[in-house]
């Protein structure tokens, strides 16, 4: 339900905004700051507080200038008409228009925010090309005003393939992407009504944010890539057969207590047969706190265990992940790995995965050669044969990390991502599901604050009211979202579709 401008508490607060951001003073003789909105039109009262001051619009000194919505199909209007008729149906494009800098005077800002700017391009450029199997990299065109725009031939991704994701079938992988992107905005007439036409898709843009945070969710990485349901099924895809797998092919495997990402014991192993010229594929080996501690040790051949994770190459270089149950069941998120920075703490297929390899593969040391070798008593002369020729020594296991490490830092240069920066994708998902401020608001709406400022009293109450009390959880934008851009753009030249 939309807040009307002429009753509730929230007008005053609106009005309040508005008065203030246009440069005049509040009846009261003039406002510095808001306070926190009762829902509803509860009234207080007397001397109850409102709750704790915020500042007006928020605490950003220097806070974004957005790409408007009808400068944004403008440019991409612009844009398509320069390239060929034949590949207009297959382009999309990612905007970074939210995290356009706006004036300012601050050094330390001046600093940030370019590069806030810089970090969304390269997280939309590395995550495309880590979910596309097409041979080389390629990082997106960057068009329209100060290159806010980045466009995406879903071609060179192998994007333009039709997708199946939770039985549903979708004509590419953009059209099984916007069905799961809360922010994706269906418009029509204007500039949107031509870019429909020409494009064949109702949805021609997503903000940078909202793209990364949903392309890089499980179900659709998994879909997008066609990876399959099991472990089994991957390593047989991949080539690595029965004759092939752990127990009777070539591997390199270590074993190691000490993790950190696991409070348990943890088993590594690469792939080191023909299958995969000049890729890579390593397995680990989780385990449940139940299990015993010492199991990785006395049983080191042991192929099973309560948890895997892989991470093989991709033809252009990147890395894959893949999580599973014991039994090789396909997962989204690992039962035994920790990420602190997740929600619920636990590792998260993608975003996790590419936090944690963003330099290659993790460095660890094997513990399980020196101990059968140490008790060889306790181990039969095949295994401790198998265990010599399986498990390398540092040096040499040393050498194959690290060759598969400068592979991937090279296929993520190319994907635009320069050597020794922090990853840009797991930044970017984090950031998305934190809670919004005022001026974040104001840009994924496409406004800059002033305009959120004087749109305030139209939109739904939860989101008005929360973002004038200063927090805005994401749940709650994304369940009001489109009920929000209907209010602030319907009737507009290109408008959103469907409005009540």
Known sequence: MGVRATQGPLFGVAAALWITACGGAAADGGVSALPDVPAGNETLAPGESLGPAVPLGGEDPCPPRPLTLNDTLTAMLADVQTQPASSRPFLRYVSTGQFRPGPCDRSDELERAPGELARARMAVSKLVNAMSREPSATVPEAVGPEGLLLRLDLRHYGWERSVTLDGQSYRDAWQALVTRAALALELEGGAAGELSRQLDTRVPVLPASAFVATAS????????????????????????????????????????????????????????????????????????????????????????????????????????????????????????????????????????????????????????????????????????????????????????????????????????????????????????????????????????????????????????????????????????????????????????????
């Open 217 to 500: 969710r499980a179900d659709i990485y998994y879909a997008v890539l066609r990876l399959p349901d099991t472990l089994l099924e991957l390593k047989r895809e991949l080539g690595i057969d029965a004759s092939e797998d752990l127990d009777r092919g070539r591997w390199a495997r270590a074993a190691f207590s000490n993790s950190g990402v696991s409070k348990e014991p943890r088993g590594v192993a690469r792939y080191r047969g023909t299958a995969l010229p000049g890729g890579y594929f390593w397995q680990s080996f989780e385990y449940a706190p139940s299990a015993r501690s010492d199991a990785l040790y006395l049983e080191p051949l042991a192929t099973q265990a309560d948890g895997h994770e892989v991470l093989f190459s991709l033809p252009n270089g990147l890395p894959a992940y893949f999580a599973s149950a014991g039994d090789g069941t396909r997962l989204a998120e690992s039962r035994f790995v920790v990420d602190p920075a997740q929600n619920n703490g636990r590792m998260q297929v993608t975003s996790s995965c590419v936090s944690c390899h963003n330099g290659g593969i993790i460095t660890f040391e094997d513990t399980a050669r020196s101990f059968v070798e140490d008790n060889a008593d306790l181990f039969s002369d095949a295994v401790l044969a198998r265990v010599q020729d399986t498990f390398p020594n540092e040096s040499e296991m040393a050498a194959l990390r690290d060759a598969d490490s400068q592979r991937m830092v090279e296929a993520a240069e190319l994907a635009g991502q320069p050597v020794n920066a922090p990853d840009p994708v797991s930044r970017l998902v984090l950031d998305y599901a934190s809670s919004l401020t005022f001026d974040r608001l104001a840009a994924e709406l496409f406004l800059d604050r002033a305009s959120l400022i004087e749109r305030l009293p139209s939109l739904p109450e939860e989101i008005a009211a929360a973002a004038t009390s200063g927090v805005l959880e994401r749940s709650v934008f994304e369940a009001h979202y489109r009920q929000a851009a209907c209010a602030i753009y319907e009737g507009t030249e290109s408008a959103p579709v469907g409005c009540p």
